[in-house]
């Protein structure tokens, strides 16, 4: 899959959980363990 579905599973994965203060977080972490670009960049 593409790195852009793996983020959008993991923030609709964080928002129906109930832990919408960190999905950007989880979103950027996500992103960054598919793309591997570190933190910041993602």
Do not use: I, K, Q
């Not at 996500?30 to 960049?41: D, E, I, K």
């Amino acid at each position: 899959m593409a790195p852009e579905v793996y983020t959008l599973a993991a923030v609709l994965t964080s928002w129906l959980g109930g832990s919408d203060v960190r999905v950007a977080e989880r979103a950027a972490g996500a992103y960054h363990r598919h793309r591997m670009c570190g933190l910041n960049a993602a």
